[in-house]
């Protein structure tokens, strides 16, 4: 028997190196060529690191939510030959199951967090030591961590649920979206589920902020660190966008597909920037330079099971309605499953963000740096308005933006947001080049 050592691979772009999310196995685990052993993350995306050999886990590199550089010894695999290393080597300390994370390391400008994007590992002929079965494994015992991908995390934790007792169905008792799943479906049990809900509660969850939440959280952090923000809101009567949306719908619907009201919205922005094209841009702040575009990368900030995400909508003013909807709904399709590529969640020059019917009335949306402007959009309501000296009910809605003092003034922002505002309340002009 040999010792295989596998090292963080360099996943290119200059990374020097990444944070280790999750691991899959454990020591003492039989694994296969192929097999997953870790979710690791750059700056820009998760990637999962597969093992090129067969053998048994004899010691892990890391903590889950620590930083490893790029060459660092990630894994130890004891295999059949002579492996790649001296079999008296030291070997590095197993990473315990209950080790806290580490603080996280200094925030650094990232372009945008992304979901794993590398394809799923090839099946394997050779037999799997790691037993896999559709029968849930027990619960884990006290000290025995989960194991789950940062997806799986994200959802338990948005849920409220544990995953200390949670079932996992995956090799090694992974914990899959079906796990969660059927948890769900059959209510945890707990001592006191017979008795009176007014009741003292005295449990505390410490969970450590690792993985696409740490980088969400280092990127708002930056904005705001970074940018001097400052935020419009004006009032949009939009009575009769809505009355063109459900015309075209009607007339268009079934062949074309269904138009909320954000493809109008990006309509009017890609004509909006050609009047105001310093809101259109990306800002250096290093080397002091703002980078103006032509063309409108629109991000259209998404909510998924794993966090935040902008996929990007590429050139926006070479599109038509329908095909800034379908680009749209196809991206966002892609982030909330994971498939997003690393190029569809990066490059974008200004975001609308819109958090649909919970939009509230007022938001302080933040910049989705280096770009220097954000459009958000506040739900819809009808309300009692005046005109011509009559009530009657018109439907409203807020536009909440938020603007780089550095590069863009008040004034512009101001008059950006009327243009815009211009534009949704005659919508006819949307199409009049």
């Not at 290119?12 to 694994?31: P, R, S, Y």
């Not at 952090?221 to 015309?247: C, G, M, W």
């Not at 004509?271 to 629109?298: C, S, W």
């Not at 038509?320 to 680009?327: M, P, T, V």
């Amino acid at each position: 028997m040999g010792i295989h050592v596998i090292k963080m691979p360099d996943i290119g772009e200059g990374i020097a190196e990444v944070e280790l999310v999750a691991w899959n196995v454990k020591v003492g685990d039989m694994i296969v060529e192929d097999q997953v052993m870790a979710d690791v993350m750059t700056d820009k995306a998760t990637i999962e690191i597969p093992s090129p050999v067969h053998g048994k886990v004899l010691a892990l590199g890391g903590a889950a939510g620590q930083v490893m550089a790029v060459g660092s010894e990630l894994i130890r695999i004891e295999v059949e030959g002579a492996g790649n290393v001296d079999a008296n080597a030291a070997a590095p300390v197993a990473a315990a199951p209950t080790t806290a994370a580490p603080a996280p390391a200094a925030p650094a400008a990232v372009e945008k967090p992304a979901p794993v994007t590398s394809a799923p590992a090839p099946a394997s002929t050779a037999p799997v030591a790691a037993k896999s079965s559709s029968t849930p494994s027990a619960a884990r015992g006290n000290g025995e961590k989960p194991i789950a991908s940062p997806a799986v995390r994200r959802r338990a934790w948005d849920l409220g649920i544990e995953l200390q007792f949670v079932p996992g169905s995956g090799t090694a008792g992974r914990i899959t979206h079906e796990d969660l799943e059927a948890y769900v479906a059959r209510g945890p049990v707990t001592a006191n589920s017979g008795g009176s809900s007014y009741r003292e509660l005295h449990e505390e969850t410490a969970i450590p902020v690792i993985g696409l939440r740490r980088k969400i959280a280092q990127k708002m952090q930056d904005a705001k660190r970074r940018i001097p923000h400052f935020s419009y809101v004006e009032e949009v009567d939009v009575t009769e966008l809505e009355a063109l949306r459900n015309q075209l719908n009607q007339k268009w619907g079934k062949e074309r597909g269904k138009l909320s009201l954000l493809p109008l919205l990006m309509r009017a922005v890609v004509l909006a920037v050609r009047d105001y094209p310093q809101i259109n841009a990306r800002y250096d702040d290093e080397a002091g330079v703002v980078t103006q575009f032509a063309a409108v990368h629109l991000g259209i900030a998404a909510q998924t099971p794993a966090g935040l995400m902008v996929p990007v909508v590429r050139h926006a003013e070479a599109r038509d309605l329908w095909s800034n909807a379908n680009e749209m709904g196809r991206l966002a399709e892609a982030a909330r499953t994971g498939k997003a590529t690393r190029e569809e969640l990066s490059g974008s020059t200004i975001t609308i963000s819109s958090l649909g019917a919970l939009g509230g009335i007022v938001s302080t949306p933040v910049i989705n740096s280096p770009e220097v402007a954000i459009i958000g959009v506040n739900k819809m309501v009808e309300r009692p308005m005046i005109r011509n000296g009559q009530v009657v009910a018109r439907k409203m809605m807020n536009l909440s933006s938020s603007f780089d003092h550095r590069v863009v003034d008040g004034m512009d922002a101001a008059q950006f947001i009327q243009t815009i505002r211009g534009y949704l309340e005659c919508p006819a002009t949307l199409f009049i080049e």
